[in-house]
């Protein structure tokens, strides 16, 4: 970026501003982007994370079939045919890289839509109503807490990835969707499950912790004096305001769940080849380390730049969000 | 029979230091109409008898130990949340006194000031919201239909006081109870937010009360001063009648406190001591340590004084150190 464009940029942001600020007013969320869109680290990090979107969800579905086997055509170079070349089956790299994207995030931003869907109700109404409810709460996800993750993953992957062979065959035979995609979407399933599940609890806290200093501040003296009930206080005047941190830990999570899904299947417990994710490439990239690194430099480019964009957009939105503390 | 009739009001609170009285024994009325005020140093229970009345006290660790506060023949005290709710907001509505932090920061003005008329008064978002643009020009807020759709940051302290002012009386409701609703402001716009609560109230018929700190501002606004000290009423007169003739030492020493009172290079004067630890039962007269007006070898140790009718609705709490 020139200096130049940046200088419009700048302006085109306080035109904008000035002008919402007649018209509509500008909420703190509108703000808070107004912020992040000074920063630009987040900015490119956010281009970069659509960007792999577009490629992974959109123009995936132009690309070779990332099953496709082609055994006399192993370890192929890059090509007008194979973009990337093919991988120890002869199947494109290029298209596996975006299939395997698909699946990546998708498991990042699933579990993480449900770790925040949970987490956000169960720490707000832990925290809103206290005493016993609190206590036996609270207790609970000490409890969940404490039982190792990645163990209790496994065992979960170990028992549903039998029930997902199972109803993978029995949408197929009744309903006559798609073989390929069937098995695809049973195939994770498992694994957002498991996640999520698990992904919840350190949400559940950090909203309670923020409500339970909330529900002490005035303006919900005001909705009570106003009439407003309980519940009504609680979706409406406290939860929207522990949206800010929830998002910032949110952002920050779906790298984390990518990871985890990286983990899982690397080991084996995850997706399962021939399907493809970034874990899984990464697996079999490993194995072609000596004669065929790209097999692993090109899944794992994409991949870092991914949950470093993740990264440092959580950063961002964290400096953005931060500063509500001194404007109300 | 008053609007509101408040009697031998006992909120306590349970905490490890000891049970706090924080309210102890307190009884007023409040006719239709009329603004009744309740001035008290920090800590005296002026809040915590109004937050009582709307249910407002947290339980625990609050709890209302004894007392009734009839409003048109509701006990505002045991009637239940559900009554309660009815109330809020609707028929008693209440202002604070930090207008910074008692507006929700997510939420625009116009979702928060529709919220009692939706409620309350069954609107649809359209009418209510015809009717909150009405509600903000009436509290003088310039250009209301644009500024009803910004958010409390971009408001000022006193506009944001004109806000809660105008929600609190959207739904023309019988008592406002005003605490403190000027503390937090300076004092320019400290006058111009009485001025619009007297007119508004002149306008609607709303019984007022008005809690605060501040001699000058009860002075202003007042037809009946309470003057609590340590949970309890100790005075009760017209706002004439305890300017002009106060009978209380407590009551003294406060109007002697006043700067204004003072000739300029005077020392100030101040009340000795400190107000009395309130997790310890009181049983004479409250004041007592701290009297230096009165004499107070003759103040009540053994029993606790009552307040007393000394004629022309002046009521006094009867310790024979500190009356005059």
Known sequence: ?328 | MPLLEVTDLKTHFHTRNGIVRAVDGVSFSLEKGQTVGIVGESGSGKSVTCYSMLGLVPMPPGKIEAGSAIFDSIDLLSCGEKVLRQVRGKRISMIFQDPMTSLNPYLRIATQITEPLCLHMGMGKKTALGHAIRALGEVGIPEPEKRIQMYPHEFSGGMRQRVMIAMALITKPEILIADEPTTALDVTVQKQILDLIKDRQQELGTAVIFITHDLAVISEVCDEINVMYAGRIVERAGANELFSNPRHAYTRALLKSIPAMHAKGEQLYTIPGLPPDVSQPINGCAFHPRNELGERSKCLTDKRPKLKDTGAGHWVQDCPGCLA
């Open chain 1, 1 to 328: 970026m020139t200096p130049a464009t940046q200088d419009t940029a700048g302006t085109e942001g306080q035109r904008d501003y000035s002008l919402l600020q007649a018209e509509r007013g500008s909420s703190l969320w509108r703000d808070a982007w107004l912020r992040m869109g000074k920063n630009k680290v987040a900015i490119v990090s956010l281009f970069v994370f659509i960007i792999t979107c577009l490629l992974c969800f959109g123009f995936a579905w132009f690309c070779k079939d990332p099953i496709q086997q082609d055994l006399t055509n192993k370890f192929a170079s890059p090509s007008g045919e194979h973009w990337l070349g093919t991988d120890a089956m002869g199947r494109d790299l290029f298209s596996r890289i975006l299939y395997g994207g698909q699946i990546s995030i998708l498991v990042g931003l699933v579990a993480t839509f449900v770790a925040v869907t949970i987490g956000v109700t169960y720490g707000a109404i832990s925290g809103f109503y206290g005493g016993r409810i609190d206590a036996i709460m609270m207790r609970t996800v000490d409890t969940l807490l404490s039982i190792p993750f990645l163990m209790v993953v496994i065992v979960l992957q170990a028992v549903l990835s039998e029930w997902s062979t199972t109803t993978s065959k029995w949408i197929v035979d009744t309903w006559g969707w798609n073989k390929d995609f069937t098995n695809r979407a049973t195939n994770v399933l498992p694994l957002f499950f498991a996640l999520g599940l698990f992904g919840w609890l350190t949400l559940a806290r950090i909203v309670r912790a923020q409500v339970l200093s909330l529900k002490e501040r005035e303006f919900v003296e005001a909705a009570t004096s106003l009439g407003l009930s309980r519940l009504r206080i609680l979706f409406r005047h406290i939860i929207p305001n522990t949206l800010g941190p929830t998002v910032v830990y949110a952002t920050l999570t779906v790298p984390g769940f990518i990871m985890y899904e990286a983990t899982l299947s690397y080991l084996g417990l995850g997706v399962e080849s021939p399907n493809s994710s970034w874990g899984i490439l990464i697996k079999e990239g490993a194995n072609y380390l000596e004669t065929n690194p790209q097999l692993l430099i090109l899944p794992g480019i994409l991949f870092s730049l991914t949950l470093f964009a993740l990264n440092f957009l959580g950063d961002g939105l964290r400096d953005a969000l931060d500063v509500r503390a001194s404007k109300d």
